[in-house]
């Protein structure tokens, strides 16, 4: 066994093994465990969420990072019950609603993919969000003065610091009012929101407005740049390969037809059977792994093959690596969506080598309603509107997930004959 608080330097190194399996680091000085086999998820149980955070911040202010153990498990029911099978399937008229006014509103214009996809005021709110975790992973509660510190010998995080408060106290007072409503008229929500409103811990304890108004903006934040992160990917990839954009559109096609060329909505079953939109998805989660590693903290010694994880070391899953291994993914890098088609009925790709949403008990419980946002917005798309790629390129940038450059900039306008099989020479 060996033993890496004896050995420390023996993988210190990240550089020399791209698709190793384990690597040892640091962060924050802490010793961290860098995992690229997907075996990871065979002893996903002795590892729990790590950075631990005030009972200010339950789920907030980044889903990713910010876990308080005792009520965490609590939330994240909450959070997974406001999103259940149930509660999506009358969802859809909605999201369909809000993708047919957005494509509207991009019609002759050339725009900025990635940040039309996001809503403008949490735009602002994500600027004063983000460099808290990319600087001090997990540390904004509890190292708060050292976070002060850096905030104010940088001033560009200044101001995004004010941007964030300004936002914030905005998202607060929009809640309050939307909370006094609800009790004024004895409304009842089953969303998340309600569940929050209605939570009460063990000792009969409810939720403070404050907490209530960190937990809707760590789901708020865990939600919004990952699904137009992959929307943009996927809106990219079609565009790149013509072949590919052809068969979607016949997909999308049988199925706008049978609505009475869109005369009616989309039926949750609609939604349930687009698989070649289903695997162009899959293959972009996998190619842009959107969230690339999670963050775990080992609760007892753990060994792994020849390795042993003492408790308490912080542990990374690397789902990138797994997910661009050529091991488990042949020719990783090129866009493939038929490396998802199932085989005899079996899942084209090995077990626990996809993990674009997490794994276990902390798997991301927004994937469904991410997924079926996707599949309704690329159905209008593709039925109705026409894009060109403005200055395509291959470059990805890291906002803090992975985006085309440039957030795609593209041009959309409507197809005046919507319902051609074939593209035009
Ligand atoms: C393409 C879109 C998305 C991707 C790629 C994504 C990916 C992930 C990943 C990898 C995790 C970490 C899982 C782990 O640690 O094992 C996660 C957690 C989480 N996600 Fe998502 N997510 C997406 C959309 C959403 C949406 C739409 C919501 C909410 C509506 C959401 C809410 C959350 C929450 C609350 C967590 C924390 C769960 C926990 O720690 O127990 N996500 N997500």
């Not at 093994?17 to 990871?40: A, Q």
């Not at 992973?137 to 190292?143: F, H, M, Q």
């Not at 990783?332 to 993990?355: D, Q, W």
Request: charged share 20%; hydrophobic share 35%; aromatic share 10%.
């Amino acid at each position: 066994m060996q033993l890496y608080s004896q050995n420390p330097n023996v993988f210190s190194s990240t550089r020399h093994n791209r698709y190793g399996e384990v690597f040892k680091t640091y962060i924050l000085g802490s010793p961290c465990v860098m995992l690229s086999s997907p075996e990871v998820v065979r002893f996903a149980h002795l590892f729990k969420p790590t950075y631990p955070q005030s009972k200010e911040r339950l789920i907030g202010p980044s889903a990713f990072f910010f876990h308080q153990d005792d009520y965490h498990g609590q939330i994240r029911r909450l959070v997974q019950g406001s999103l259940s099978l149930d509660v999506m399937r009358n969802l859809v008229p909605d999201i369909e609603a809000i993708a047919i006014s957005t494509l509207d509103s991009w019609s002759g214009n050339v725009v900025n993919t990635f940040y039309e996809l996001k809503k403008e005021k949490y735009y602002t709110l994500d600027k004063g969000y983000n460099p808290f975790p990319a600087i001090l992973p997990g540390s904004l509660c509890n190292k708060s003065v050292l976070v002060s510190i850096i905030i104010c010998h940088d001033q560009q995080l200044c101001t995004y610091r004010n941007l964030f408060e300004k936002a914030r106290r905005r998202i607060s007072l929009i809640l309050g009012e939307i909370i006094k409503e609800r009790k004024k008229k004895s409304l009842v929500h089953k969303d998340l929101l309600g569940s929050l409103l209605d939570f009460k811990d063990e000792k009969g304890e409810t939720l403070t407005h404050n907490q209530i108004v960190d937990n809707i903006i760590g789901v708020m934040f865990a939600a919004q740049d990952t699904t137009a992160s992959l929307l943009t990917w996927m809106i990219k990839y079609i565009h790149d390969d013509s072949k590919l954009q052809e068969t979607i559109e016949i997909e999308h096609k049988t199925i706008f037809e049978s609505n009475g060329g869109g005369n009616h909505s989309l039926s949750w079953s609609q939604t349930r059977n687009m698989p070649l939109t289903s695997r162009a998805m899959k293959e972009s989660l996998r190619m842009a792994s959107i969230i690339s590693f999670t963050c775990r903290e080992a609760v007892e010694d753990v060994e792994y093959k020849v390795y042993l994880i003492p408790k308490g070391w912080k542990v990374l899953p690397l789902f990138r690596n797994i997910h661009h291994n050529p091991e488990y993914f042949a020719d990783p890098h090129k866009f493939n969506p038929s490396r998802f088609e199932a085989i005899y009925g079996r899942l084209g790709v090995k077990p626990n080598t996809f993990m674009p949403f997490g794994n276990g008990i902390h798997t991301c419980p927004g994937n469904e309603v991410a997924k079926l946002e996707v599949l309704i917005f690329i159905h209008h798309l593709v039925n109705k509107f026409r894009w060109e790629v403005v200055r395509s390129s291959r470059g990805v940038h890291y906002a803090p997930f992975p985006i085309p450059q440039q957030g795609l900039p593209a041009k959309f306008w409507k197809d005046s004959i919507p319902l051609r099989t074939t593209r035009p020479g």
